[in-house]
């Protein structure tokens, strides 16, 4: 197989050359370079059967098969958006995609489904997502209820349970832990707290203490909450006005059942994309022959 990966600009170096590194090294029989208007000496390969670009205009040679792997997941008018139309349906290449969600863009104008595959951005192979899920105990509450064992969907994700969950005696305690097989069985976790990037949580405090530490903050909103306010005697003003309504609502992120929470999780995959990339360009390899 001969590949060239070719960029427009010096930017599209940051996505082509882990693309580069991941085919150097899974597959050493491939012949592969990178040329283009890189700002580096060009690594020519003549007459490759697969050119893959980072720009949906690119002026890339003609090759058997063409992806665009894009150069970032804003469209700035252009990319991903009907400026482009013509080219992103006229054009004779495949479209490697962020996420569902541009996958879903390309549709919309007119793509066809079997040239788009998802694949994350090349750019992130070596880097990871760190999601803490720390709920609280309370019945009405707790993300438990909304979001189960869910939670397990999310690829290295870190569970702490609350005391009373992990040890408690009532039947819905028994019933929470129930649902996480897998957690950590202290009650100190400063130090996962500070590995995190992203951490969900709901009433308890953990979220707002993701968000004074400039993290990312999920907060699942348990559809009961607002009766635990009220047999409190806590009218509506004041509720609206508790820190664990009003912080997330304006520093964080509030999300109402488990398949927000996963949406809100899954914007796009982390890691892995030029694994995908080289798997899709055999695939297409083999169909155009």
Known sequence: MKVLLYGDWPLALTYLEPLYQYITTNEPEW?????????????????????IT????????DAPV???????????????STARRDAFVNRRQDYAVPSDYYRDLL??????E???????????????????????????????????DRIYEVSGVKVHLHMYTRTGTKDHHKLFRSFYPMHD???????????????VGDMGSIVMEALALGKRGIQVLNPKYRDFYQRKGISESELERLPEIHIPRRYGLVVHSADELMEALNIAPVGGASA???DWIKRRSTSSH
């Open 107 to 112: 549709l919309s104008l007119g793509v066809s």
């Open 31 to 51: 012949e592969v370079g990178i040329a283009g208007n890189t700002g580096k000496p060009a690594q020519l390969v003549t007459n490759p059967d697969v050119v």
């Open 276 to 278: 995908k990339i080289v």
């Open 114 to 148: 079997d040239r788009i595959v998802v694949t994350g951005l090349t750019k992130h192979d070596q880097l990871e997502r760190r999601v803490l899920y720390a709920p609280t105990h309370n019945t009405e509450l707790s993300a438990i209820p909304v979001v189960k």
């Open 66 to 80: 063409k992806v665009c792997i894009f150069h970032g997941m804003a469209s700035k008018g252009q990319a991903f």
């Open 185 to 199: 069985e202290r009650e100190d976790i400063s130090d996962v707290l500070a590995w995190a990037d992203t951490v």
């Open 54 to 61: 980072c720009d949906e205009l690119s002026v890339a040679p």
